[in-house]
C-alpha cells in the first residue's frame, strides 16, 4: 500500500496589523438605521425579533392561491 503524503497547510502571518477597513463604519450606520426604521414601523421588537407572525387573508392554509404568474 502506498503512502499519501498530507497537503501543506498554510501558516497565516499575524505579527502585521490588518488595514482598517473603510467601508465598515458606514455599513454599521446603514444597519443601525434599518433596524430603526423597522423598529418604528412596528416589524421588530427591541431584540430584532418579529412581532407580527400572522399571514395576510390570501397566504393563509387552505386557500386558494394566486400568485399571478
Not at 24 to 42: D, M, N, S
Request: with cysteine.
Amino acid at each position: 500500500m502506498k503512502v499519501m503524503k498530507s497537503p501543506t497547510r498554510f501558516k497565516i502571518d499575524t505579527s502585521r496589523p490588518r488595514k482598517e477597513d473603510p467601508y465598515y463604519p458606514a455599513a454599521c450606520e446603514r444597519v443601525k438605521e434599518a433596524v430603526r426604521r423597522l423598529q418604528e414601523a412596528g416589524i421588530i421588537d427591541a431584540e430584532g425579533r418579529r412581532i407580527r407572525t400572522d399571514l395576510p387573508p390570501d397566504m393563509q392554509e387552505g386557500k386558494d392561491r394566486d400568485f399571478g404568474g
